[in-house]
């Protein structure tokens, strides 16, 4: 028998819950640790963060209004869908990551872990962030934590799943959506991940996952006036003040990038941070 | 599309095809009407669509973009059709159409405003002075299922309440029966009721199925009188295709080279994103020539398209993609 060819692939973006080419018809190749050839991925441009930003939008309403409970329930099954492609995982973080198997497949259980944690929070958020406020009046007077939008995140640029998965899920978890633009040098656990989202319940368009360039798409996302945060954790080093200002026309949400150890309790600082506060007064007996 | 860009418009020489000739006479008998819109030649499918298509693939950038999104504004028939309509809604839609952008005194004002006949007072009221017209829809809108009696008073009410334009349905069940002289008589007895106001015809095309009843129902309007010839009610799917449209703006073009005179033309529902309107003002341009690209022959029946329109101008001016919160809801 003569031996198997390589099916060699070529990635695509996701975006509104479809796998569209990049507009720009753009590939760049996407090598492990080594610099041995992996995969083509799709290289986004500006016009694709754009239609990516408008699917985030269309998919707020239905993903913002959804029950807790429901959100969790499908951010449950999203793990469910991560468990069984595990294997699938491990070799995509040893490659991309340069790690041993070992190390890889504790990344992977970390991550599909973080989701799990992530998913638990959906109905608990409003409670430990809300609050019945004491005034000085009639009123039953309460705060409660409403999503703030359409979030761009930049994710980790070192930590191709477990940091991708938090802070994609710490986002989406209190009813955001999101723009993700992956890792530029390992992106296929972010495009694996898209894969699984694409069979799981959740909405078309609530993550809309970009691979590429994050100096080339992240001005763009951070200009856009129809973003309300902008999550910079992978933003490149020397452009992080530029972001800022730009995110600072329409006064976006900025969470800026830290030293973080993503295999560390992760706290509920990422998913606090997206998240808007509405408080009502409610008259009471007079 | 631009000056910079657009060939020298080509020179017609008035062609008098077999099929046109004695144009005068086709409207005298049922049978001759017949004879003359049977004997138009057949649209080409595969041909039309492929060319509406191939025109919708070109490339309008930056200066002619700007000038294209400045023309498709002042070719905007803002249109509020729905049973929910209050005169409030219709006070702010007005206010819009005069002012599409109250942060930004550029932005040019849009052609029509396109209500119920019960609303005509209201957008008068709120509209005179400004050089926004009021135009009406009419004849038992959308159906057009009443007598010609009903048709023609709804039609006298709407003129007498100020409306300038009036939009007009078809009978497309004479129509699709064969009975064309029915349907040519309703639109002259319509004609006269209007008076001065201007007549658009709208053929309901997503109900005539074919693009050769698209073209004959052309014809037939335009040989009736019709000012304008529309696509759709709006309340149909298919509305505005640009296949559809393309069929019509060549039917209006070789009415003029026949008759003489100019029909305007108006696609109207579905037509939603900037480069929807992009696309149909290339169309324009490359099949009746750029004498339509004009908001008195070209008009365009809408209601979100302008927002978009007026984002992708702010998005021109100001370099960052803007957002549906900084414009009115409508």
Redesign the interface.
Known sequence: MSERIDVRKTYKLYIGGKFPRSESGRSYEVTDAKGRFLANAALASRKDA?DA?VAA?AAFPGWSSATAYNRGQVLYRVAELLEGRRTQFVSEVAAGEGLTARKAEALVDASIDRWVWYAGWSDKVMQVHGSANPVAGPYFDFSVPEPTGVVAVLAPQNSSLLGLVSVVASAIVTGNTVVVVASERSPLPAVTLSEVLATSDVPGGVVNILTGRAAEVAP?LA?????NAIDLAGAPVDSVTDLQV?AA??LKRVLLPRLDDWTATPGTERMFAMLETKTVWHPIGV | MVATTAPPPVERVAPQPPWAAGLSDVTASDASLRRFLHGLPGVDQVGAEARATMLATRSIKTVAKAWAIDLAITMIDLTTLEGQDTPGKVRALCAKAMRPDPSDPTVPRVAAVCVYPDMVPMAVQTLSGSGVRVASVATAFPSGRASLAVKLADTRDAVTAGADEIDMVIDRGAFLSGRYMQVHEEIVAVREACGNAHLKVILETGELVTYDNARRASWLAMLAGGDFIKTSTGKISPAATLPVTLVMLEAVRDFRDTTGRQVGVKPAGGIRTAKDAIKHLVLVNETAGDDWLDPDWFRIGASSLLNDLLMQRTKMATGRYSGPDYFTLD
Do not use: S
Not at chain 1, 223 to 227: E, F, G, I, T
């Open positions: 754009r930003a939008r763009w200009a856009h006036m129809d973003v730009a026309d329409n």
